[in-house]
């Protein structure tokens, strides 16, 4: 017995076998300053100078005396707010890095950083603090 079939099948599944379509060309557009090898830190010193930062030291508990983010090529983001890392993932659209971070009490989930011109600064949308790149 042979099987038949109907032309409009046929053409539907040739159709839904096409190529990629060019709406991820967008995004490779938008990364195309992030260069997919290296890592990129951002920081923000908490103090004017580190010796207000030693200065303002219990002796009992070390404060960090800079807060980084730092972005890995694999898209996983590390985050130093106080004294302990943490991890989540970024995605970058036009100027903007998009950080999703797990629940915690320290950062809240969903961030914000908006890249300047140059790629040299990230501006916090929660506060407005500048991260200079540190190499």
Known sequence: MK??????????????????????SDKHEALSWFDEQRNYRYLIPPFESEQECMDAQDPSFFINCYRWVELLPNRTVNLVI???IHVGSFSVNDDVIEVTMPTNLQTPNYIEFYISNDNRELTLDIDSTVWSYFE
């Not at 099987?3 to 060019?22: N, Q, R, V």
């Open 3 to 24: 099987w038949k079939i109907p032309p409009l099948l046929m053409t539907f599944a040739l159709l839904s076998c096409g190529g990629e379509s060019d709406n991820n």
């Open 82 to 84: 106080t004294d302990v």
